[in-house]
């Protein structure tokens, strides 16, 4: 965080914009504030766009104003001011109107008071002071407010010392934090989401208040816990976030799969590992080597058939098997229930999870090229992500075996490249159609073509065979006579009327 005096800030908002927002709030005689995360994000050097505004009036100019709200009424007489390039569009119900200017977008509301009736959760609004508006604001970091009126021109309004939590890098709430979770339950995904953002603590009060509210985000649509999921997980450190879930107790009502993934279980002095944290460090690996959102769903997901697959069997103690299958299974579940796109990406995700095992399943014995290219067909274009779950998911305490896993593990990429240099095997094809089979031998669709037709795959995975049409069909030849297949014709003859 870098520190800005109201000099400092008045030189930051010295834009043309900004200026005229404030000439404008001055000619209707009302106040105008800059608040919210983009004050915040001027402290924290993280560029916005979006910029809200909060405009005051009086009592006696909103009486002159009638049923027109101060938001609406800047925003429109701002529009006119800037001419041609502005974009203004009005939410008369919610009494905001928004400015489009030259790439910013500015939302501008009249300050508010809110008050909760005990038998209603719908809030009463009424005009208010500056005061009022910095009060029912989220997070003291978020409650911030820099003055856009000509003579007070940069002047930072600071009624929770915001900027205090902002250097010890603390997440409090302005009032009593039950009173502002109760009020907005996403507030808390808001508050694990910049807690994971900016790598900050989350001050006690408000997470004792955390646990004792979770139950409250039921009432709050699957589409906005998305929303924060997704930007924790888009965090450089994304663990944090999914601990913090777990401590309050969010996790469970939320995501009860990735909550079913925490503990570990002992019998006879043997415990397995707990897949939650594993997950977690996985998760953060790929974070570290740059994934994207989908990668990281796949990291968040490769162990989530875990539970459902453990075992105990007397002599390999805790096993898993086929964890990778169930968790393929459950992933479009998971999809479906949090809002999550069920297309393209969600067949990426289903993928990596059923595939993530393969390739330190390579590295472990000895490399071949028949393996390495059987991986590189069924991951297709995802093998680069493969490669990089999978090594992410490395995670042994042992470090010689740890090691051992990498130096292989390098081994399997470089074939990976010498492999894909040489043939393309992503988009193989096998050379000899089942449509050929049944003409050179004369004998309908039975289970001896798709035989033969896997012999001769297996022959050219293994390399023993060259990929090529010729040295396929004699393989085939060879396979067929084997199986008592004999050509309706002599094969010199197909072979040339085949080209
Ligand atoms: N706010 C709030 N309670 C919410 C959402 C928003 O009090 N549930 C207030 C906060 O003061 C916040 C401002 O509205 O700073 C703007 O909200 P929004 O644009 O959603 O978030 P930002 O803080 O700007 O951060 P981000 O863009 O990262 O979501």
Redesign the pocket.
């Given at each position: 965080m870098r520190n800005l005096t109201d000099q400092d800030l008045a030189h930051l908002l010295d834009t043309p914009i900004f200026h005229q927002i404030g000439k404008t709030a001055d000619e209707m005689g009302v106040e105008c504030y800059v608040?919210?995360?983009?004050v915040?994000?001027l402290f924290l050097e993280r560029p916005?766009q979006?910029i809200?505004c909060v405009v005051v009036a009086s009592q006696s100019v909103r009486e002159q104003a009638g049923e027109e709200r101060p938001g609406i009424q800047l925003a429109n007489t701002l529009g006119k001011r800037l001419g041609r390039g502005a974009h203004v569009s009005v939410f008369r119900n919610f009494g905001t109107a928004q400015v489009k200017y030259h790439g910013s977008e500015i939302e501008f509301v009249g300050a508010r008071r809110e008050s909760y009736s005990h038998d209603s959760r719908k809030p009463i609004i009424e005009d208010g002071t500056l005061e009022d508006d910095l009060d029912?604001?989220?997070?003291t970091i978020?409650?911030l407010a820099v003055c856009l009126n000509e003579h007070r021109y940069g002047q930072l309004v600071d009624r929770f010392d915001g900027l205090y939590d902002m250097e010890d890098g603390i997440i409090a709430t302005p009032l009593d934090p039950d009173i502002t979770f109760s009020d907005?339950p996403?507030?808390m995904m808001?508050c694990i989401?910049?807690a994971t953002?900016l790598n900050f603590r989350i001050e006690d009060e408000t997470q004792a208040a955390l646990s004792r509210n979770a139950e409250r985000i039921k009432i709050i649509s699957r589409e906005r816990i998305i929303d924060e999921l997704n930007?924790i997980l888009l965090s450089p450190i994304p663990s944090i976030g999914f601990i913090e879930l777990s401590r309050s107790g969010l996790l469970p009502l939320i995501f009860p799969e990735l909550a079913a993934l925490e503990g570990v279980e002992v019998r006879n002095g043997r415990a397995h590992k707990d897949n939650f944290y594993h997950t977690l460090e996985v998760l953060d690996n790929v974070a570290t080597m740059g994934g994207d959102l989908w990668l990281r769903w796949a990291a968040l997901l490769h162990d989530i058939g875990k539970p459902k697959s453990k075992r105990w069997e007397p002599v390999a103690g805790w096993t898993f098997h086929n964890h990778n299958y169930l968790g393929q299974r459950m992933v479009s579940s998971i999809f479906r229930r949090m809002k999550l796109p069920m297309d393209e990406r969600m067949a990426y995700v289903e993928k990596l999870v059923l595939l993530h095992m393969r390739p330190i399943a390579i590295a472990d014995e000895i490399v071949t090229d028949s393996a390495v290219r059987r991986l590189l067909f069924e991951a297709g274009e995802d093998i680069s992500d493969l490669m990089t779950l999978c090594e992410a998911d490395i995670t042994s305490k042992n470090q010689t075996r740890k090691q051992q896993f990498l130096d292989n593990f390098q081994l399997v990429r470089q074939k990976l490249d010498d492999l894909q240099a040489r043939d393309n095997y992503r988009t193989w094809k096998n050379p000899i159609t089942g449509e050929e089979i049944m003409q050179i031998f004369g004998i309908p669709p039975c289970q001896e073509i798709g035989q033969l037709k896997q012999a001769v795959k297996d022959a050219i995975w293994d390399s023993l065979i060259p990929n090529e049409y010729q040295a396929a069909r004699d393989y085939m030849f060879a396979q067929a006579q084997k199986m008592g297949l004999t050509p309706v014709q002599d094969p010199s003859t197909l072979e040339n009327s085949k080209q």
């Open positions: 608040v919210g995360g983009y915040r994000d916005s979006d809200d029912r604001r989220d997070f978020n409650a907005d996403l507030r808001r989401r910049f953002q930007k």
